[in-house]
């Protein structure tokens, strides 16, 4: 069984740029969450993917965007970065019923100059 | 605002001792709580969950004591052993897609 695949590991960007992270889910789910954790934080929702559809939103700007596409995996994408977007982004994978236990990839690294 | 506070920031524990990690909420409206355990340079993973209608879960040597009353939950590490050193979060939800998560603990358990 395969588990949440992030890419890349880390990425270096400026103030300004955009950026697309992507994440490839654990075999078997179909719903994609996205969450930001800054140092010494825990992981904050960014929002939640089900079957290509948005389902679900954390307290982000629309600057923050995602797809999921038919394979189930999916894009984060953040527009005109600013330095306070450098953090860990966590791709969950899980099934897509309520409460269901959510599987965490490794992360993406992202540092904003 | 922090939905879930948690404390403390770090712990350091001898082997064998108890580890005890701490939350506090408000939103009444949360009806799941679950811990999560993080090492370096991973994501994390689900270590045990509890609902508001039981008091107490036990899972190993891990066991979550929840106090409906009170808003508060605390994870509970027994025989604590150096593998357990990791940084631990909790979380509650009332969507069961979107989590709340407090700040982390940081736990070294010193052989």
């Known amino acids: 069984e395969t588990g949440v695949t992030q890419s890349p590991t880390h990425l270096i960007k400026t103030r300004g740029q955009q950026v697309t992270l992507r994440c490839s889910s654990q075999?078997?789910?179909?719903?994609v969450s996205w969450y930001q954790q800054a140092l010494g934080q825990g992981p904050q929702f960014i929002f939640q993917?089900?079957?290509?559809?948005?389902?679900g939103r954390g307290n982000f700007p629309p600057r923050f965007s995602g797809l999921q596409f038919p394979n189930y995996s999916s894009e984060l994408n953040v527009n005109a970065l600013e330095l306070d977007d450098s953090a860990l982004y966590l791709c969950?994978?899980?099934?897509?019923?309520?409460?269901?236990?959510?599987?965490f990839g490794p992360g993406t690294r992202l540092t904003v100059l | 605002q922090q939905q879930v506070k948690q404390s403390p920031q770090s712990l350091i524990v001898q082997k064998g001792g108890i580890s005890i990690i701490n939350c506090a909420y408000e939103?009444?409206?949360?009806?799941?709580f679950p811990w999560y355990q993080q090492f370096p340079g991973k994501g994390p993973a689900l270590l045990i969950a509890?609902?508001?209608?039981?008091s107490e879960k036990k899972e190993g040597r891990f066991t979550i004591s929840f106090n409906k009353s009170a808003k508060q939950f605390s994870l509970h590490i027994m025989d604590s052993q150096p593998g357990d050193s990791a940084t631990y979060f909790c979380?509650?939800?009332?969507?069961?897609?979107?989590?709340?998560f407090g700040t982390g603990t940081s736990l070294t358990v010193i052989p």
């Open positions: 075999s078997g789910h179909n719903t």
């Open positions: 993917y089900y079957r290509e559809e948005e389902n």
């Open positions: 939103n009444t409206a949360f009806d799941y």
């Open positions: 969950a994978s899980s099934l897509p019923s309520s409460y269901n236990e959510q599987f």
């Open positions: 509890i609902r508001p209608d039981v």
């Open positions: 979380a509650a939800t009332n969507t069961g897609n979107q989590f709340y």
